[in-house]
């Protein structure tokens, strides 16, 4: 007997590989083109599935009807585990989308987490391989991130999707803080950044993220993978570069990578704002 296939909310999205939904508008015509991205990439968390990106897609879509999303899942392996090359592959169908972006394209990139945002400078470090200047993205938005690679935090975050059971979770907790402290160990010994760090670092990186882009930060006090200090730091060093933060959305009690569900109006207003910024 056959499984039914759980819905995932990008049927209507074209899957380019195991990683990245592709979103063609049916028209590129509508009055409010000239406003609008028109590309837009979303990053998830670490370990987020395509149904809960798939409500930030759908918003986009009836945001900028003309726009094309891109949607990109990052796993707990791809982002600890797999190589350079493999991340690579990952990856390989934004950036050739990328390359071919116009002079004056309009590029809005949002991500979400530390997984996504070590994808986010993964994708820019190669296009500037490629093509010498930085990501020309337009504008940014930055949702729960970005954090420091702590310990607990790092074990939070990677054993929040274990399964639910008693045997499921001793097993997965047991697994996971033994690589941990083999990976935390082995960064140490040998003196070089994380994956984690290393992503924060280069999202404030101007050869990498065009430094005209304006952005904003979402994230919460609630947060507990990543602290409402890390997020404000990074801003305050972002300024600092000189890249322009349009806005602090800082919410009180809502979970990390939460706050859309939590407040849909004020979010969406906050990125519509920042938009209107540079349109």
Known sequence: ???????????????????VFLHEPATTSNASSTHSPDLILIAGWMDATPRPLSKYAAQYEKLYPS???????TS??????????????????????LYALPADGKLLLHFFS??????????????????????????????????????????????????????????????????????????????????????????????????????IYVYSVADKFVTWQDVEKHAKEAKEIGYTVEAMEKYEDTPHAGHMISDEKRYWAAVQKLWSTVS
């Not at 499984?3 to 195991?18: A, D, I, M, W």
């Open 1 to 19: 007997m056959s499984q039914v296939k759980k819905p995932t909310g990008l049927e209507h999205f074209s899957r380019l590989n195991p990683a």
């Open 114 to 215: 530390n997984g996504g945002t070590y994808t986010s400078t993964m994708i820019a470090r190669h296009y500037r391989e490629k093509m010498g200047k930085p990501l020309p993205v337009t504008a940014m938005v930055l949702d729960s991130c970005p954090g420091h690679a702590t310990y607990e935090a790092t074990y939070q975050a990677f054993t929040v999707g274990l399964p639910k059971s008693f045997i499921g979770q001793t097993i997965g907790a047991l697994f996971f803080r033994l690589a941990l402290f083999l990976y935390f160990g082995g960064y140490m010994v040998m003196g070089i950044e994380n994956a984690v760090e290393r992503a924060r670092r280069e999202a404030n990186d101007k050869t990498l993220l065009d430094i005209d882009a304006p952005r």
């Open 67 to 73: 726009a094309r999303i891109i949607v990109i899942l």
């Open 76 to 97: 707990a392996v791809d982002s600890a585990l797999r190589t350079a090359s493999t991340n690579f592959n990952r990856v390989k169908p934004v950036l050739d989308i």
